[in-house]
T-cell receptor
Framework: KNQVEQSPQSLIILEGKNCTLQCNYTVSPFSNLRWYKQDTGRGPVSLTIMTFSENTKSNGRYTATLDADTKQSSLHITASQLSDSASYICVVRASGGSYIPTFGRGTSLIVHP | DSGVTQTPKHLITATGQRVTLRCSPRSGDLSVYWYQQSLDQGLQFLIQYYNGEERAKGNILERFSAQQFPDLHSELNLSSLELGDSALYFC?????????????FGSGTRLTVV
């Protein structure tokens, strides 16, 4: 069964600090992995997409890494801002068969001033 | 504005009732997906329509149904509502049938069943 596990479930940091969110998956065969940001009460918005051959991808202060061998991904946020407070969701898609992606339950990040 | 429009934004109704949620996909997108997000739960895939036809089905209850119309807007019908159906319902759209370029999500409809 395809699964996506995220950790930690929630995280509180001070403004300006860095943090790293983790995603482990069992989706196979692997096609791609996306990180989404979901503000409270809003729809998720894509931050990055990574395919099998990509190890690192950046989008401003967000840097995602992928280790396809260990089936792990991380999202690193640098110099956090209050606006980074949101839920971060890891979504993994398989190739072939069911193309409906598997969503993780998300990490809730709160940035305090 | 993502380009995906969901109405209404909020809905409060009583147990046993029936409601209809509406979604207009982003211009040019042919696929519409419906997701349910309960409190502290991940997004659960319900159903997908592509160009008017049902394409994929997830954990959708028999009390729920959906359709996509010729103008590509979609409606999710929820009947015999229970307290546990209270959740955020998101619609997403994509260009193709297999969302190779990912989804665009709407802002959701918050359903409260009392």
């Amino acid at each position: 069964k395809n699964q996506v596990e995220q950790s930690p479930q929630s995280l509180i940091i001070l403004e300006g600090k860095n943090c790293t969110l983790q995603c482990n998956y069992t989706v196979s065969p692997f096609s791609n992995l996306r990180w989404y940001k979901q503000d409270t009460g809003r729809g998720p918005v894509s931050l990055t997409i990574m395919t099998f051959s990509e190890n690192t991808k950046s989008n401003g202060r967000y840097t995602a890494t992928l280790d396809a061998d260990t089936k792990q991904s991380s999202l690193h946020i640098t110099a956090s801002q209050l606006s980074d407070s949101a839920s971060y969701i890891c979504v993994v898609r398989a190739s072939g068969g069911s193309y409906i992606p598997t969503f993780g339950r998300g990490t809730s990040l709160i940035v305090h001033p | 504005d993502s380009g995906v429009t969901q109405t209404p934004k909020h809905l409060i109704t009583a147990t046993g009732q029936r409601v209809t949620l509406r979604c207009s996909p982003r211009s040019g997108d042919l696929s519409v997906y419906w997701y349910q997000q309960s409190l502290d739960q991940g997004l659960q895939f319900l159903i997908q329509y592509y160009n008017g036809e049902e394409r994929a089905k997830g954990n959708i209850l028999e009390r729920f149904s959906a359709q996509q119309f010729p103008d590509l807007h979609s409606e999710l019908n929820l009947s015999s509502l229970e307290l546990g159906d209270s959740a955020l319902y998101f619609c997403a759209s994509s260009v193709g049938a297999e969302a190779n370029y990912g989804y665009t999500f709407g802002s959701g409809t918050r359903l409260t069943v009392v």
